[in-house]
């Protein structure tokens, strides 16, 4: 395919990096700095810069934040190849999804989302990897009514670049998901190192703080505009967390080692299950 990614960051620079290494397909890319695009061009990430003409383009990825995905789709659908696919990388899907299938619809054009569960510390071309996305998740999110072929042209490409496991869902239940198992931890991680105590943590930490306190490196701007489109399913899980954490508090004001002891048990069981079924897990 001859293939467009809009966007040269973290996980569009990645992704252009990895269809060379891994892929034939011809890669275009685009980059509101033209100083990206010519690393990309040095760095062999991209075949050609984008100069505008959709003509001879398949598919086009949009790794922009939600708000910039959604302003480029309006703005460039009308250009684009009646039936060429479009997807993003969003990680938000929801109503998000609902507005970009209306606007892929409304332009004879045909969208399905994907969601690649990878990232780092930091973000920007400089950081991106062909390797990022070696055994991480993909996630894509299908309407009822989207093509198979669609759906499955984004899983194979998934795994083309990497992916570990390929898991395909509605955009509604990808949300509901995503606001447990990424977005609840960027939130503890950000609230974690609000302590004092982060100024004199050096040479007192191990692996468990680092795991902790990685991905309070977020950039505010994209997981504030995330977090609000997400809502409804974020206050669901921080209040099921701040319920669980005030059990644990009060069993320490209380000074109640049985209960204690028993809220540990009931965490370290549930993880143990949850660990039996990811070995169970085809991937």
């Not at 100083?35 to 505008?52: C, L, N, P, Q, T």
């Not at 992916?163 to 609840?184: C, F, R, W």
């Not at 680092?210 to 921080?238: G, H, P, S, Y």
């Amino acid at each position: 395919m001859n293939i467009l990614v809009v966007g040269l960051g973290l996980i569009g620079g990645s992704l252009c990096k990895a269809l060379k290494k891994y892929t034939y397909h011809t890669v275009y890319g685009s980059n509101r700095s033209p100083e990206v695009e010519e690393a990309a061009m040095r760095d062999i990430a991209i075949d050609y810069r984008f100069e505008g003409d959709f003509s001879d383009i398949d598919l086009v990825v949009i790794s922009l934040y939600p708000e910039g995905t959604e302003k480029y789709f309006t703005e460039n659908a009308p250009k684009m190849k009646k039936g060429t696919l479009v997807t993003d990388v969003c990680g938000i899907k929801g109503d998000f999804a609902a507005r970009m299938r209306k606007i892929a619809e409304y332009n004879g054009l045909r969208y399905v989302g994907i969601h690649p569960m990878a990232g780092k510390e930091f973000g920007g071309y400089q950081n991106s990897t062909p390797d990022l996305f070696q055994r991480a998740n993909f996630v894509v999110t299908a309407f009822e009514n989207d093509r198979e072929e669609d759906v499955r042209a984004l899983e194979s490409l998934s795994k083309e670049v990497g992916a570990g496991k390929v898991v395909i869902t509605s955009p509604e239940n990808h949300d509901k998901m995503i606001a447990y198992t990424s977005q609840l931890a960027h939130i503890v991680s950000s609230a974690y190192v609000k302590s004092p105590e982060i100024k004199l943590e050096c040479g007192f930490s191990g692996g468990s703080f680092q795991d902790m306190t990685r991905v309070a490196t977020m950039n505010e701007k994209m997981w504030t505009d995330l977090f609000l489109q997400n809502r409804d399913n974020l206050l669901f899980e921080l209040d099921t967390l701040i319920q669980n954490l005030l059990e644990y508090r009060n069993a320490l004001d209380s000074g109640s080692e049985k209960e204690l002891l028993r809220l540990i048990a009931d965490g370290r069981k549930m993880k143990e299950d949850n660990l039996r079924h990811r070995v169970g897990q085809p991937n």
